[in-house]
Each structure stands twice: as C-alpha cells, then as structure tokens.
C-alpha cells in the first residue's frame, strides 16, 4: 500500500552539505518528497520528540547533537514506505549498515547518523504530525 514516512536528514548531514545527496536516496529508492523543511529544533522540541528514549543513557547527547546544526524534516511518500526508507537508510549503527545503504555511505557513528526515520506506522502518524500541518504535505 502507500504509505507516508517521516524522515530527518540530521546535523552531521547537513553541516557536511549532504542533503541532496541523501534526497537522492530517496528517490532512487522510489520514495517521493511530499513535504520539507530546514528548520533549527529547539531543545523543547528535541527532547519532546525523542520523548521514548529519555531514560536512555545517551538521551542528553542525542537531543544536544538534534539542535547543534539546522536539520531538514520531510514526508516522504511510496509503496510500503516505511520499510522501504529503513532499507535505504541502513542499520542504526553504520558499522553495521550495509553497502549502499545512506548509513554506510555518509554516517560517521552510532549518533552522528545521518537521518532517522519512522519505525511503523503509529511512530510515521505521530512524527509527521509534530512538524507538519496537513497543509504542508503535498502529494
Ligand atoms: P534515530 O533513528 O534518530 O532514533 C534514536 C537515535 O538515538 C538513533 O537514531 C541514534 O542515532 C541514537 N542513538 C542510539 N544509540 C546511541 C548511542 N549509543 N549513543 C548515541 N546515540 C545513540
């Protein structure tokens, strides 16, 4: 089925001008652009989107790399999206990412990793809503 997904092209990416680069990604995987943005995250927004993971010992250093250089957030729309954008991101950790895949290529570590993306469909729902008005999806 379509689905939309929600990625983030994050700070290490775009410090390094790796944005379209990792957009092409995208889009050769056959993942359209529906919706996107450059914005600089607050730490309330960090800490509020990253909500599940405060318990975690590296939830300080994730939220403060989130707000350390602007990030790009899109909608991205395809056939079993989800899973197909988790396919060509590659593995959370690039060491364990695969050729070809956006980790593999441009992630520099576990944290510095380029992009995140949506886990299922619930998590999809709720992250395209907390940046996005349904206004600003275009598809
Ligand atoms: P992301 O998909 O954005 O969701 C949670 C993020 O936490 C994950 O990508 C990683 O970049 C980050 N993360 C996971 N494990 C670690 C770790 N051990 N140290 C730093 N960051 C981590």
Do not use: W
């Not at 983030?8 to 359209?32: C, H, Q, S, Y």
């Not at 600089?40 to 509020?48: D, E, F, N, P, Y």
């Not at 790009?72 to 895949?101: F, S």
């Amino acid at each position: 089925a379509i689905q939309r997904t929600f990625s983030i092209i994050k700070p290490d990416a775009t410090k390094r001008n790796l944005t379209g680069k990792i957009v092409a990604k995208f889009e050769d995987a056959g993942l359209r652009v529906v919706a996107s943005k450059r914005i600089h995250m607050t730490l309330a927004q960090a800490q509020s989107f990253y909500g599940a993971h405060s318990e975690r010992g590296f939830f300080g250093e994730l939220c403060e790399f989130m707000i350390s250089e602007p990030v790009v957030v899109q909608v991205l729309e395809g056939e079993n999206a989800i899973q197909k954008n988790r396919d060509v991101m590659g593995a959370t950790n690039p060491a364990d990412a695969a050729d070809g895949t956006i980790r593999k290529e441009f992630a520099l570590s576990i944290g510095e990793n380029s992009v995140h993306g949506s886990d299922s469909p619930e998590a999809a729902k709720e992250e395209i809503a907390f940046f996005f008005s349904g206004l600003e999806l275009v598809g």
